[in-house]
């Protein structure tokens, strides 16, 4: 299973995201910040004031937000994860740091 083990805001909607499987990289989250939830969170003072939920293993905001670890994954990786949690890159991902 996948999990969030570190996560740090690196400007406007971007945090750089390190998984349990060993990756890493930085996830534009803007266009996921619509919906009751997320749109508070277009406020950028409120979406950069996140932490890393040791319940969920993933990001957390103080509103109750939060997003799935694999979404995230994908995101911040450009990949998908497989069934042996391994990584399989995207041929069409612009979402490359």
């Given at each position: 299973?996948?999990?969030?083990?570190?996560?740090?805001?690196?400007?406007?909607?971007?945090?750089?995201?390190?998984?349990?499987?060993?990756?890493?990289?930085?996830a534009d989250l803007e266009s996921d910040l619509w919906g009751p939830m997320f749109e508070s969170l277009r406020d950028p003072e409120r979406f950069k004031n996140f932490s890393v939920s040791d319940v969920l293993h993933t990001l957390v905001w103080e509103n109750g937000?939060?997003?799935?670890?694999?979404?995230?994954?994908?995101?911040?990786?450009?990949?998908?994860?497989?069934?042996?949690?391994?990584?399989?890159?995207?041929?069409?991902s612009g979402n490359r740091p």
């Open positions: 299973m996948l999990h969030v083990t570190n996560a740090k805001h690196v400007g406007g909607y971007r945090i750089w995201i390190e998984f349990s499987n060993g990756d890493s990289g930085v937000a939060d997003l799935a670890p694999e979404h995230l994954h994908e995101k911040a990786t450009g990949g998908l994860l497989e069934s042996s949690g391994q990584t399989r890159r995207q041929e069409s």
